[in-house]
């Protein structure tokens, strides 16, 4: 199976899906730490998908997406973004507008103190 096969396969097999370096618990660069620890934090359930495991992968998502940096979140298949984007929707509340338009489950409270904590 190609690597563009097999990334299709998981962002259609899965809700949520982050393309970052290292694992969701253990994250192996800042970016995909933040993007991972948002999710956590929200209890967003998501598979985890680490580009350092495997070449192929790490150049498939770029060109998959034709987006050039990882990490990479999708949602109901739909590539969002990147670090700085899931930031700034996390913080203006769009995240939380895109998770509940994709009936997609997660703690409204915590997302709201991520706001308050960032004000």
């Given at each position: 199976m190609s690597a563009?096969?097999?990334?299709?396969?998981?962002?259609?097999?899965?809700?949520?899906?982050?393309?970052?370096?290292?694992?969701k618990t253990m994250p192996q660069c800042g970016f995909?730490?933040?993007?991972?620890g948002v999710l956590n934090f929200m209890g967003v359930e998501y598979?985890?998908?680490?580009?350092?495991a495997d070449d192929a992968i790490r150049q498939g998502i770029k060109d998959y997406s034709d987006w050039p940096t990882i990490p990479q979140l999708?949602?109901?298949?739909?590539?969002?973004?990147?670090?700085d984007i899931i930031t700034e929707m996390t913080l203006s509340g769009e995240?939380?507008?895109?998770?509940?338009s994709k009936g997609v489950s997660y703690d409204k409270d915590a997302a709201e103190?991520?706001?308050e904590a960032n004000a």
């Open positions: 563009e096969e097999q990334i299709r396969q998981t962002v259609e097999a899965n809700d949520v899906v982050l393309y970052m370096k290292g694992t995909s730490s933040r993007v991972a598979a985890d998908v680490n580009v350092l999708y949602v109901k298949g739909e590539f969002v973004g990147g670090c995240l939380d507008q895109l998770l509940d103190k991520i706001r």
